[in-house]
């Protein structure tokens, strides 16, 4: 069940709408917000958002944190600050295991863009997330939190699966064969196999360039007709 | 080795500076940037760096995308748009493990914010690499998309994994573009770009072709040998 995100007393709509657009990009679409700053809705929301207007509409406000996460089983705080609370610290990995792996809600707390969540706000939660980032510039913004923390639950929702392979497969070894024994009669014809004593390294030195390139037949033909235009006197073709 | 990131017609100083911000929170530092639309440096850059000044202070400024990554063995274009170039597509875990695995230096590129890369542009890469979003809401802003493939990387760079073993690296991609060049000449002289409507396409597929092969320096200089070879008339070799 995807998590539900609550930015909680966030202070710039801008911040919000880019958060939305964050969540969207990976199908997050519930999106809680706890006392923002200044209101909602937010006039400088929508703008940011970049399309992810759904996300905002659909946004619920709530007083406390406390009520926000009221009807969630599973609590993270994303929080890069240091707390003296005894309680698990995940990776976002970790985390997105764990959602997966629960029945029922969870929810994924962010705090203010500069004082972050309460510790008691923290209390609330299961678990603290913290995304492994450069100790010496430890410095993440609210958008960037949520689109890392959305990106690492999507994939493991399976929305990440890598793209398929637009590779073609490579051509049957004859094909490649072929070339390469075209490529041979069309340079011992221009001498090039000199002196004779170097001739059998030579060909396996071509023969080891042309096999690991892993040309597929369309252009293992492609080369092929390369060749032809090179040995070609000019203008014969086209 | 950590990538190097490639903003390509960036169009906001602000957006370089959050791309800058973004490589930071992951240990990233080098950044280039090819013809800013704005010129470089940018006075609205600092700002939204946030204190990634060291990245920007650092970032160096290039006239095409294959100045760029002359020095790079393995290059990745981040994009979402379908090309018709058939080259392999990765998702960002795919990307990291590759990037670790490889000996020499990995290069990440960006398009501009609307317009993203070129075709001939992605066609300067060994692999595009996709983020896997909302296929009913995909739009990652240039940040976004940093801190995603970053974040990525970071969390493969933490797992000592011993780089793959290479006979041979991979020539540096101004190697190959040399290769490349050398083979348009020759062809455009053989009038084998014809008809003009298909000329671009044709070169695409030449490059794709060539990009992928994963030949060393050594091996480079033994096909340019052999294109001379071709085009030369017989016997003035040897």
Redesign the interface.
Known sequence: MDPVIVLVRPQLGQNIGRAA??M????LTEMRLVTPRDGWPNPDAGPSA???DVVLEQAKLFATVAEAIADCRHVFASTVRRRDLVMPVLGP?QMAEQIRASAGRSAILFGAERSGLETEEVALANAIVT????PE?G???L??AV??LA?EW??RAG??????????SPAPHAEVEGLIGQ?DA??E???????PSRTQSTRN??RT?FT?????S??VK??RG??R????P?????
């Open positions: 657009r964050a969207l990009n990976f199908g970049s399309g992810a990995e995304v492994p980032i450069n510039f410095s993440l913004n958008a960037q689109i890392l990106y999507s994939r929305l990440a699966q890598p793209p398929a392979k637009e590779l073609e490529l069309e340079l014809q221009k001498g090039y196999f000199h002196p030195t071509i360039i690991k390139t892993g040309w597929s369309r252009e492609a080369v390369i060749i235009a090179l040995v070609d000019p203008r014969r073709r086209g």
